[in-house]
């Protein structure tokens, strides 16, 4: 079966210090995946895919299907990244539903 | 409108009482899901919606769920005889295209519901 492990509740950094949130998945076939955040009292939204290979807001993922990864990386955290994130995978194979991660809080400190 | 809207946003209910949720996609999308969303968890698949037509209610945990979008837009969840365990927020979401194209899901700002 299809699922996403965000090993971390909680990743607090200092402003200024690199970000990794991690993400494993397990599917058996060819997944898309997605990073989704959500700022407080606001909704969830797309940050970035991995199809894109683009670079939104600083934040980078790249998919390693060798370690069924996808790790969110930033070089430089800025307060304003403070927010829940989501690691999501969607299942071409079985409908368009995506499979969410627990999510991760990070928390960015002045 | 500009983005999926949910209402109510905020619903509290009686265990034993029936509630319905409503969904308003973005105009013209094609594809509509409902999300359960407990409390420090991700958000789980309910069903997913083709126009009218749901293509997928695997994910409804009894039979006490049930979702329908008859007219292939607005989209309503009802659930019946509410449980405790049915507290969540409950999400909408809506993409543009159909399966296996890659269009992203937008989400909506949730339905919170508390039953006592």
């Known amino acids: 079966a299809q699922r996403v492990t965000q090993p971390e509740k909680l990743l607090s950094v200092f402003k200024g210090a690199p970000v990794e949130l991690k993400c494993n998945y397990s599917?058996?076939?060819?997944?898309?995946l997605f990073w989704y955040v959500q700022y407080s009292r606001q909704r969830l939204q797309l940050l970035l895919r991995h199809i894109s290979r683009e670079s939104i807001k600083g934040f980078t993922a790249d998919l390693n299907k060798g370690e069924t990864s996808f790790h969110l990386k930033k070089p430089f955290a800025q307060e304003e990244d403070s927010a829940m994130y989501y690691c999501a995978l969607r299942d071409l194979e079985y409908g368009n539903k995506l499979v969410f991660g627990a999510g991760t809080i990070l928390r960015v400190k002045s | 409108g500009a983005g999926v809207s949910q209402s109510p946003r905020y619903k509290v209910a009686k265990r034993g009482q029936d509630v319905a949720l409503r969904c308003d996609p973005i105009?013209?999308?094609?594809?509509l899901f409902w999300y359960q969303q407990a409390l420090g968890q991700g958000p789980e698949f309910l069903t997913y919606f083709q126009n009218e037509a749901q293509l997928d209610k695997s994910g409804l945990p009894s039979d006490r769920f049930f979702a329908e979008r008859p007219e292939g837009s607005v989209s309503t969840l009802k659930i019946q005889r509410t449980q405790q365990e049915d507290s969540a927020v409950y999400l909408c979401a809506s993409s543009s295209t159909e399966v296996r194209r890659n269009q992203p899901q937008h989400f909506g700002d949730g339905t919170r519901l508390s039953i006592l």
């Open positions: 599917y058996s076939g060819s997944p898309e």
């Open positions: 105009s013209g999308h094609v594809s």
